[in-house]
């Protein structure tokens, strides 16, 4: 396996995230998996050095804090290499009313979901541009983005302004040899998800009622798409938002 160079996966310790890692590990990246959970990612990070024989550390950050993400991009340089890619894929999720919404919480998703995004995507640029090299970011949105649901209005308003920084940053970043992607899942097989549906919390078939495909993502189909924008065979793709939905935004019946 050739070594393609230093990835950051950030939400790596668990979900689609660690897919990611995992992922892009077997595609040949030295991956840091970075996330509040540190346990989780160094458990993740492990696993990337056994199965796939690269280079991977775990690292602590909160990326809704500017500073963090920083100290982040400095570490992946001192540990293992100077990062090209980055996959910003934490996110922060609870459902709540319009009416019954704390500002806090309506806060903390976008601190974390919108902002943690830019700041982490913003440290990396910059780490690029210092050095002169080229790379490219891809961020996990959601098809929550452009097809609302009732109790998701913070989250669906974060991830529609990821869109958007995808887009804006793509077109700022490509003369720098930056490229810029979304990938937006629809809902995905994740543990989280097995367990709000084993309690009664999320009505899967009523979900997949909707998927033309039938079924729900599995995170390894969203870490495929990452590790293709990712790849040289997407050298020419910048500022776009790929749904891995299985038709779900296609879908305009009852
Ligand atoms: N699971 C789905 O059905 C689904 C659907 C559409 C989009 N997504 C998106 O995919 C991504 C991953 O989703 P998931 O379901 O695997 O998530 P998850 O909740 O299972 O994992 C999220 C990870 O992010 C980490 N994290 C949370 N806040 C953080 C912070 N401030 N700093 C650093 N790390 C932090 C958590 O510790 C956790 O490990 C998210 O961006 C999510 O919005 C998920």
């Known amino acids: 396996m050739d070594d393609r160079g230093v990835a950051i996966v950030t939400g790596g310790a668990q979900g689609i995230g660690s897919s990611c890692a995992a992922a892009m590990a077997e595609a040949g990246w030295s991956v840091v998996v970075a996330d509040l959970d540190e346990a989780g990612a160094a458990a993740v990070a492990a696993k990337m050095q056994a199965d796939h024989g690269v280079e991977s550390f775990a690292h602590r950050v909160d990326i809704s804090r500017a ?4 100290r ?12 090209t890619v980055l996959v910003n894929c934490a996110a922060y999720y609870r459902e709540s009313s319009g009416l019954e919404m704390e500002v806090e919480e309506w806060a903390k998703v ?20 210092a050095g002169n090299r080229a790379g490219c970011i891809v961020n ?10 009732s ?12 869109d958007s920084i995808t887009r804006s940053l ?4 490509g003369p720098l040899g930056i490229r810029v992607n979304a990938v937006a899942p629809s809902h995905t097989a994740t543990e989280t998800i097995k367990r709000l549906e084993e309690q009664g919390l999320l009505a899967v078939d009523q979900i997949v009622a909707r998927i033309p495909l039938g079924r729900l993502a599995e995170p390894s189909e969203i870490a495929d798409a990452v590790v ?4 040289d065979q997407a050298r020419f793709i910048t500022g776009q938002v790929l749904a891995v939905d299985g038709g ?6 009852w």
Not at 170 to 173: I, S, V
Request: proline residues 1%.
């Open 170 to 173: 793509a077109l700022e970043w």
């Open 228 to 231: 293709f924008l990712c790849s």
């Open 72 to 83: 982040l991009v400095s570490a992946a340089a001192n540990r293992i290499g100077e990062p």
């Open 140 to 149: 996990i949105g959601s098809v929550s983005s452009t097809h609302s649901m």
């Open 151 to 162: 109790g998701k209005t913070a989250y669906g308003a974060a991830k529609a302004a990821v």
């Open 110 to 129: 976008i601190d974390v979901d919108l902002n943690g995004t830019f700041y982490l995507s913003q440290a990396f640029a910059r780490s690029l541009v």
């Open 248 to 253: 779900y935004t296609a879908n305009g019946a």
């Open 67 to 70: 500073d963090e993400c920083e």
